[in-house]
């Protein structure tokens, strides 16, 4: 199976800091993954795909980037609504798994 | 408006049975893949399986923790995704979410949709 291991797992952050997490898969992926955004109680909801492709809907301050097996979601400008946890997903092989989350804190 | 609403969760004892349904609207139910993730109390994410559309046969994908025990299927006829579980353990127990994919391709087979979940106890 492939591991996505995402770091940090907690992020201290601020209102307009600029934060980026990290996905690391164990095998490259191509650009097969996608960055969910989860809040309390909620099911989550899709960010980017493809690595680096903004879903419809999702403001510009989010951002994706890599290839293999290191890629990156950088938000610029934290928002207040954006202190949640993030999760990563690789799409290349069966069975697909998710990275283990990234709580961003204020 | 894209809708996948769960039913079937509940309180169940170890070794036992349930099925979960969800019922989809809003899109072309039988164009898509579709999966079940989970997510245990606390925990991430984790893929359970996933059930590929007519024009792929209708093959399936499992998890290596559910596969032989846990089922997917649906019924195109009446827009529903199923998941029947069997042999139940207590770390199954979870909020169960009935998810869409966005297309067929590797490029494009991410989640594109989610159902509210529903929540299933494995407990003696």
């Known amino acids: 199976d492939i591991q996505l291991t995402q770091s940090p797992s907690f992020l201290s952050a601020s209102v307009g800091d600029r934060v980026t997490i990290t996905c690391r898969a164990s095998q490259g992926i191509s650009n097969y993954l996608a960055w969910y955004q989860q809040k309390p109680g909620k099911a989550p909801k899709l960010l980017i795909y493809a690595a680096s492709t903004l879903q419809s809907g999702v403001p510009s301050r989010f951002g994706g980037s890599g290839s293999g097996t290191e890629f990156t979601l950088t938000i610029s400008g934290l928002q207040p609504e954006d202190f949640t946890t993030y999760y990563c997903q690789q799409l290349n092989r069966y069975p697909l798994t998710f990275g283990g989350g990234t709580k961003v804190e204020i | 408006e894209v809708q996948l609403v769960e039913s079937g969760g509940g309180l169940v004892q170890p070794g036992g049975s349930l099925r979960l349904s969800c019922a989809a609207s809003g899109f072309t139910f039988s164009d898509h893949y579709m999966d079940w993730v989970r997510q245990a109390p606390g925990k991430g994410l984790e893929w359970v399986g996933r059930i590929r559309n007519k024009a792929n046969s209708y093959t399936t994908e499992y998890a290596a923790s559910v596969k032989g025990r846990f089922t997917i299927s649906r019924d195109d006829s009446k827009n529903s995704l199923y998941l029947q579980m069997n042999s139940l353990k207590i770390e199954d127990t979870a909020v169960y979410y009935c998810?869409?994919?966005?297309?067929?391709?590797?490029?494009?087979?991410?989640?594109?949709?989610w159902g509210q979940g529903t929540l299933v106890t494995v407990s003696s």
């Open positions: 998810t869409r994919a966005a297309g067929t391709t590797w490029s494009t087979a991410m989640v594109d949709s």
